[in-house]
Nanobody
Framework: EVQLQASGGGLVQAGGSLRLSCTAS????????IGWFRQAPGKEREGVSC????????FYEDSVKGRFTIFSDSATNTVYLQMNSLTPDDTAVYYC????????????????????WGKGTLVTVSS
C-alpha cells in the first residue's frame, strides 16, 4: 500500500523559510516521482514542484522558481521542499503525491491527477 506522510508546515513571517518533508512507503522509491501540490483558501489545488527519483529531473511552478528547491533522499525515502523567501501568497495546505510513468511536467499538472496522495500540511505566511 502506497503511503505518503507530509510534515513540516507551520506559521512563518513573510521572508522566512520552511522545509516540508514527504516520507514515502509501499513502493520502490527510486522508480517513482513525487510532487508537492498546494491548495490555498478558495482556490483550486495546483502543482508546486515535482521530482523524478529515477532520473533526478525536477519541475517548478513559475511563481516558486528561485525560491523553492525540491530534493530527494533515497536513504530515508523522503522528498523535501525547501521554501525560502515565503510570501503570504504561499499560504496553503501543501500535499505530496506520488506516481510513475509520465514526464515530470505532466505529473506536476494538477489536471493529470496523480494516483497517490498524502494528507496535507498547513503553511501559513504572515505579512
Amino acid at each position: 500500500e502506497v503511503q505518503l506522510q507530509a510534515s513540516g508546515g507551520g506559521l512563518v513571517q513573510a521572508g522566512g523559510s520552511l522545509r516540508l518533508s514527504c516520507t514515502a512507503s509501499g513502493f520502490i522509491f527510486d522508480d517513482w516521482s513525487i510532487g508537492w501540490f498546494r491548495q490555498a483558501p478558495g482556490k483550486e489545488r495546483e502543482g508546486v514542484s515535482c521530482i523524478s527519483n529515477s532520473n533526478g529531473r525536477t519541475f517548478y511552478e513559475d511563481s516558486v522558481k528561485g525560491r523553492f528547491t525540491i530534493f530527494s533522499d533515497s536513504a530515508t525515502n523522503t522528498v523535501y521542499l525547501q521554501m525560502n523567501s515565503l510570501t503570504p501568497d504561499d499560504t496553503a495546505v501543501y500535499y505530496c503525491a506520488a506516481d510513475i510513468g509520465a514526464s515530470i511536467s505532466t505529473l506536476c499538472d494538477i489536471n493529470y491527477g496523480m494516483d497517490n496522495w498524502g494528507k496535507g500540511t498547513l503553511v501559513t505566511v504572515s505579512s
